[in-house]
């Protein structure tokens, strides 16, 4: 039986993260890319305000992520990329286990093109963080990807989860990095944006989320969808516009 045959593939399923990739094979996927939650297990750090101000209280996020990130190392290819969601005080402490388990980093910002909330300064963009394993795949599609992707927020009125991403920029985190028939995982897959991504994109895909409410609307999302020809893909920027 070969890799591939052992992997749940093109399902999207309910559990938990640490545990699901605890079941996959070694070596046997092309890319993680996820939108982990950013405090858990600190749940309790927005109400946290009238508390002794310190960058420890983020320890149990470190404990956490440094378990994901040594599961990611095991079950990606050392062709694979393992490509994860951050914010400002998230950053700091998801970079660290990922700079010492992988081979090379680099930050990409998302550019939401919409202004939200914040005090002072309004949120505008969202971090990125992308590793490669030591033999890293690339594929040349001879499209340029900058590390500023400027893609429209989802509209709140057009979300299924509360921080739901667009696929299109989905779609820039996966096509530079893997291949057709390659294997998409996102172990914290939420209502399913980056399975939608990979489906469109012709990868396989693998979902777990811990929430039962949005694996099921995952599965309406990514699985209910025959039709792949409705979605148009967005125009990539000519190199003239991302010099400007
Ligand atoms: C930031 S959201 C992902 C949103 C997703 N990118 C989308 O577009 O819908 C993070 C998800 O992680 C899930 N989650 C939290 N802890 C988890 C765990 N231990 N294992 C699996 N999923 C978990 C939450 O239920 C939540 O849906």
């Not at 593939?9 to 092309?30: K, T, W």
């Not at 340029?144 to 299924?160: G, H, P």
């Not at 696929?167 to 028939?181: A, S």
Request: with cysteine.
């Amino acid at each position: 039986m070969s890799r591939k045959q052992t992997l749940p593939l093109d399902q999207i399923l309910h559990g938990d993260a640490l545990e699901f990739m605890a079941g996959l094979p070694a070596n046997s996927v092309d890319a993680i890319i996820t939108d982990p939650p950013f405090f858990m297990p600190a749940t309790h750090y927005q109400s946290r305000v009238s508390w002794q101000r310190n960058f420890a209280d983020l320890s149990p996020l470190k404990v956490f992520w440094t378990e994901v990130t040594k599961a990611a190392k095991r079950v990606l290819k050392k062709t694979g990329h393992f490509i994860v969601f951050s914010n400002c005080d998230s950053y700091p402490v998801f970079y660290e286990p990922m700079y010492n388990h992988f081979h090379k980093l680099t930050s990409i910002v998302w550019n939401k093109k919409h202004v939200g909330l914040g005090a002072i300064w309004r949120h505008q963009h969202e971090l990125i963080i992308a590793a490669r394993g030591e033999e890293y795949k690339h594929n040349q599609t001879g499209r340029l990807y900058a590390d500023v992707i400027s893609i429209k927020a989802t509209r709140s009125e057009n979300r299924d989860h509360p921080v739901e991403k667009p696929w299109q920029l989905l779609r820039f985190l996966i096509e530079p990095t893997t291949l057709e028939g390659d294997v998409v995982l996102d172990p914290f897959c939420g209502s399913g944006t980056t399975l939608l991504a990979a489906k469109i994109l012709k990868r396989h895909f693998i979902g777990v989320d811990l929430n039962e409410e949005y694996v099921k609307i995952a599965h309406r999302k990514v699985l209910g969808i025959s039709n792949l020809d409705q979605f148009q893909e967005p125009r990539i920027p000519t190199l003239q516009e991302l010099m400007e």
